[in-house]
Structures are given as structure tokens and as C-alpha cells.
């Protein structure tokens, strides 16, 4: 059972197994840490930081769509201060790798932020420029070629921190916006981040978030992050964290074969609070069965 | 560590057209207060999000939950049987808080509201406190032996005549209650109308409140932050920081 390699190194961030957990999704640990052991997990990314605390979007937020969930967080977090101070303590407790997610309102932002995490003792950077559920920065930035190659070349000159930077799924052409990723020195992308959804109260004939438009994850999304990662995956040579509806380890693995070098669960996590651990299982007794040794072996087998 | 995993259900017992009863094996070694709830799924995939249920009541053995069909949801669960298994995590959230120094507590329940009641009368009972239930109910009242059982006194409620003890609502002689007697606190849960006008009386007598909140949820556990409510200290998590909350920490009005 043992003999199976699940490390796998992202161009620089070595993990333990392919298996991390999504930003917004994990919090930062400590609710999850009730549930199961967290030095089981390859990665933790952290609730989205911003520079300073943000109390995040009125209620109501949530929304169940078939196999989906429809979300105005709008990224409530208590601001990278705090985050320093509390919770990098808090997870370093713990035997798995810290990528702390950054959300900036202005180029300016992310940029101070970058700065601030360069001396702080993570493991990585991940750049959010795709979140649907604010007015500034987020998906306004991510879906502009322009915008993204500038942002991801300022922030590379203000860190050494391995940069992963998180892309969109509302784009015409992804591999065009991953291209200039990769060549703006980000050692690696990982995608997606929620589609851009809405849904209406038809009693009441208002959208159902104050926002009206709100992110869509969940397995209803899984078929759209697997064609985007299989064609990131076809253009650039830096590795690629899958994410996207994962519930379990058979959907990790379709997520390996198109292109993924490492895989978050994300709104999986609120379904089964074990489901990061059960993912690790799954993959490996795939990989078992396949005869294989090695979680790298299956990476973008499908071509 | 905290308990998910599969149970059996024990029971499942129609109490009016759309409100039922559903008992489950209580898996070993988990702690219950009233007021705390669970997230519950059906063991198939669809629909995708657990169900926040508050706990009604409970023994060593088994957990008691009072549920409203209100969606696809419960209303699977509705459909399951004997035996039949269901996903539980929990128990979750803060639950009621049972002050040594109580002598006498009103609960004012209201539709399915009324369940979670149950099992903090039953504590509080068992604590020695003397309680009074307020019950209200859209028809047909309904456990009213249970409740009776666990409560030194039971009041029924219905919008129907002939149906409970008074036609009308709870908050009719609420006012009147409180005015004649010490109660050290008041416990509501019920839809927000009810617990608004309870906070409001209460508050009127210098009379603490204990409410319980409900809120759509995705994790149930803190990690998502989508059960926002606002309070007098700004945003709270209603799976986390409540589902009990102080009438004096919150805003019932919309």
C-alpha cells in the first residue's frame, strides 16, 4: 500500500501527495482540524487574504443550484495582519505546505501584499485575479491579457516566493491568459476558480444574492474546469493545480489525466469534511489497481 | 474530534402533513446540548449540500430530529426508512446555555420551532429548573404528550379554533406572563416574526433571551462563511459563533 509515490513537486513546492484544499473553502484549518489530521494534506490555501480585515457581502450568500453552489462570499477574512500573526503559527503546527492566497482591490494591494508575505515563513503565493464576487480587482483583473501580464510581472519583482497564480474560467481563451502566466515567471497556475452564475427567486423576482452575479462550483462545474485544465495543460510547462467539483479520488484522477500535476478540493470540503483524506485513498488505490507506482506517472496521460 | 459518518435511522413518524419526526442511532461518544444541530445528507449524491436540522431531542442511544418538509431536501429524508442510512456531522454550533443560577425559564416555540425546545426542556428540567413551554402551532398541535413530559407546564397555541388550549399566538399573553412572573430567562425558536416579538417583550421585562437562528448553509462548520447574520458586533457565522444567539445581539426586523 506504502510503495506508491504520491509526492509530486510543483516547480518548486514540493508536496507530500497531489491532494491540497481550496481557497475560501478550508477557512484556515482549524474547523476542518476537528474532523481529520491535517498533516494528512499536501497543501492548505488559505481563506483569500486582503490586505486589510473585509467583512465580505451582505446575506444572504449561498445558494444550491443542481450539483452546484452558488456563492457572494465576497472575501470575508481578517486581513494578511492577522493571518500573520495567528494563523501561520497556528498551521506551522502542522507537517503540510501553507499557500496563502492574495486578493487586492488595485495592483498597489497585491503588490504591498506580496511584499508584506516575501519575509513571512509560507510556502506560497497564490494570486488571485479571478474572484467573480467583488467590484474591484479579482475577475475584473484575471480576464484581461493586458491586466494579467502586468500584475503578474509586478508581483513577481516584489516576491521570491514560489507564485502560483489562480485563473478564471469566464474567459474566451484560457490558454491565451496561462501563456502569459507562465512567461511572466509563475511557477505554477491553478484553475479554476468559480464560473460566473447567477439564479433567480422567481416568487420574489430578485436574484438571490445582493450581487446578482455569484461564483458556481461544485460537480455541476467539474466538466468545465477538466477541458480548461486539459488545455492549459497543452500550452505550458509549468505545473498545473486542478480544481473544480472534486468530491472524491476517481474525480482527482480525471482531473491528473487532462493535465493536473496537484489537485484541490474545494466545495467538496462542505459535503464531507473528510473528503480531502478519502481523495488521497482514492488516488491511490486507482493508482494501485492501474499498476502504477508513481501519482506523477498518470499526469496529462490524456493528450 | 467531531463525529461524521453513516447512521441508521430508527423511526421516521409523519406529526402533521409536512412536519415529521425523524429518530437516528446516536453514534457513541459524541456530546449533544439543546440547540445545537447537525448537518444531515442522504447517501446519494443529489442534492449536493447537507441540511442544518436542529437537534429536538435526545437519549444515550438514539437523536430526535423535528423537521418541515421544506425542499428536496427533507423531503428525502422524509421518504427514508427503517434502517435506511444517512450521512450526520455534528454536533454543531453553540446550543443553549444552560445557566446554573436559572430558577425558571419561559420557551416560546412556534411551528416546527417547537422541537428544538424539547431538549432543552428536558435539561433544564433535569437541572431542576421550573419551565413553561409556549407552543404555537398553525393547525393541529402536535407531541404535545412529550412536551408534557419534559416540561412542568404546556400551553398550546393553534390559528385554528378548538384545535390547542388558545386560538392565537404565543405572544398574545407573553406580555401578561412575564409581567406576573420572575422568569430568569425566555428561549424562542420559531419563524423570525414570533422570536422578534418575543425579544421584544423579553427585553421590556429586563427578561434575558435565547434564540436560535436559522440560516441557509454549504459546510455547517465555519469554514465557508456563508451563514452570515449581522449583530450588534458586526457580521457572525450562524453555524459557529450560534445558532444561539442573545435577543440583545441581534436584529430580527427586516
Redesign the interface.
Known amino acids: 500500500m506504502n510503495k506508491i509515490d504520491m509526492s509530486v513537486d510543483l516547480n518548486g513546492l514540493k508536496l507530500k501527495n497531489p491532494v491540497t484544499v481550496a481557497s475560501?473553502?478550508?477557512?484556515f484549518g482549524?474547523?476542518?482540524a476537528?474532523?481529520i489530521d491535517l498533516n494528512q494534506i499536501g497543501a492548505i490555501s488559505v481563506?483569500g487574504l486582503t490586505l486589510k480585515p473585509k467583512?465580505?457581502n451582505?446575506?444572504?450568500?449561498?445558494?444550491?443550484t443542481?450539483?452546484?453552489?452558488l456563492?457572494s462570499?465576497g472575501l470575508?477574512n481578517p486581513g494578511v495582519e492577522v493571518f500573520i500573526k495567528k494563523y501561520i503559527p497556528y498551521l506551522r503546527q502542522f507537517d503540510t505546505k501553507i499557500i496563502a492566497n492574495i486578493n487586492g482591490a488595485n495592483l498597489e494591494e497585491y503588490m504591498e501584499m506580496a511584499r508584506i508575505l516575501d519575509n513571512e515563513d509560507i510556502d506560497s503565493i497564490e494570486l488571485n485575479i479571478s474572484c467573480p464576487n467583488v467590484k474591484d480587482g479579482g475577475l475584473a483583473f484575471g480576464t484581461n491579457p493586458e491586466v494579467v501580464r502586468n500584475i503578474v510581472t509586478e508581483i513577481r519583482n516584489c516576491t521570491s516566493k514560489h507564485l502560483i497564480v489562480k485563473l478564471s474560467p469566464n474567459v474566451t481563451d484560457i490558454k491565451e491568459i496561462a501563456l502569459i502566466v507562465e512567461e511572466c515567471g509563475a511557477n505554477a497556475i491553478s484553475l479554476i476558480n468559480t464560473v460566473a452564475g447567477m439564479a433567480i427567486d422567481i416568487e420574489r423576482q430578485k436574484a438571490v444574492v445582493e450581487r446578482k452575479i455569484a461564483g458556481l462550483s461544485?460537480?455541476a462545474v467539474k466538466p468545465i474546469a477538466i477541458r480548461k485544465v486539459y488545455e492549459v495543460a497543452s500550452v505550458v510547462k509549468i505545473p498545473i493545480l486542478g480544481m473544480g467539483g472534486i468530491?472524491n479520488g476517481n474525480d482527482a484522477v480525471e482531473f491528473a489525466l487532462a493535465g493536473a500535476s496537484a489537485i484541490a478540493i474545494g466545495?467538496g470540503?462542505?459535503?464531507?469534511?473528510?473528503a480531502s483524506i478519502e481523495t488521497i485513498e482514492g488516488i491511490r488505490s486507482y493508482l494501485m489497481r492501474k499498476g502504477y507506482s508513481k501519482y506523477t506517472e498518470i499526469v496529462g496521460l490524456v493528450k | 474530534m467531531k463525529f461524521y459518518g453513516k447512521v441508521k435511522v430508527k423511526k421516521i413518524e409523519f406529526m402533521t402533513e409536512d412536519a415529521f419526526k425523524m429518530i437516528v442511532e446516536r453514534p457513541d461518544e459524541i456530546d449533544i446540548k439543546p440547540g445545537q444541530f447537525f448537518m444531515i445528507k442522504n447517501v446519494e449524491l443529489y442534492p449536493l449540500l447537507n441540511r442544518p436540522i436542529s437537534v429536538s431531542s435526545y437519549n444515550e442511544k438514539e437523536i430526535e430530529f423535528g423537521i418541515k418538509i421544506v425542499g428536496t431536501g427533507t423531503e428525502n429524508f422524509s421518504r427514508l426508512r427503517v434502517d435506511d442510512e444517512i450521512i450526520l456531522t455534528g454536533a454543531l454550533g453553540n446550543g443553549f446555555d444552560l445557566k446554573k443560577e436559572y430558577k425558571k425559564v419561559l420557551l416560546v416555540g412556534g411551528g416546527i420551532g417547537v422541537e428544538p425546545l424539547k431538549g432543552a426542556a428536558m435539561e433544564l428540567t433535569k437541572m431542576g429548573v421550573f419551565t413553561k413551554m409556549f407552543l404555537g402551532f398553525n393547525n393541529e398541535c402536535f407531541d404535545i404528550d412529550v412536551f408534557k413530559k419534559v416540561s412542568s407546564e404546556v400551553i398550546t397555541f393553534s390559528e385554528v379554533e378548538n384545535k390547542a388550549d388558545f386560538m392565537g399566538y404565543p405572544t398574545d399573553i407573553l406580555k401578561d406572563e412575564l409581567a406576573k412572573s420572575d422568569y430568569d430567562a425566555v428561549f424562542t425558536c420559531g419563524p423570525k416574526i414570533l422570536m422578534n416579538k418575543v425579544n421584544e417583550v423579553s427585553k421590556a421585562n429586563n427578561v434575558e433571551t435565547q434564540l436560535l437562528l436559522e440560516e441557509r448553509m454549504a459546510c455547517g462548520i465555519g469554514a465557508c462563511l456563508g451563514c452570515t447574520c449581522e449583530t450588534v458586533n458586526g457580521y457572525k457565522k450562524v453555524c459557529q459563533d450560534g445558532p444561539m444567539f442573545y435577543g440583545n445581539e441581534v436584529n430580527l426586523n427586516e
Open positions: 475560501g473553502t478550508f477557512g482549524e474547523e476542518y476537528e474532523f481563506k467583512e465580505g451582505s446575506p444572504p450568500r449561498l445558494y444550491e443542481p450539483m452546484g453552489l456563492n462570499i470575508q461544485g460537480p468530491l466545495t470540503n462542505f459535503i464531507n469534511p473528510n
